[in-house]
């Protein structure tokens, strides 16, 4: 079965990639691509920042991803509020979306705590 979360996966492809592909290996690949060629940049923005917030999450998403997904950066609360996400076969939950800002609030709080 094919994670369709917009429903479109027979028009638009996995996950509404740019290239419309629906081999999800090529998407993969497309996201390993879109990662590694956009790290560099993605690094040097989180050096200048000195409290990461929400905003800057979502930026440095659409900085690694945006090349493949129209989407990435956005809150996944507007994109796909009803859409629980894990990765792959391994159970690891992504956080649900009602929750990914505090969970973002919470990470950058705990590490002050340290």
Known sequence: MTFDPFGDFNS????????????ISKVKDLEYASFQGNLSRAINAL??????????????????????????GQDRLLTAP??????????AMFAQPPYIRRVTDYAQGSRSRS
């Open 82 to 91: 009803n859409i629980n996400i894990t990765k792959g076969g391994y159970g």
């Open 12 to 23: 638009r492809g996995y996950l509404r990639n740019f290239a419309s592909f629906k081999d």
């Open 47 to 72: 050096a200048d920042i000195d409290f990461i917030e929400y905003k800057h999450v979502l930026a440095i998403h659409q900085t690694l991803f945006g090349d493949v997904y129209p989407w990435a």
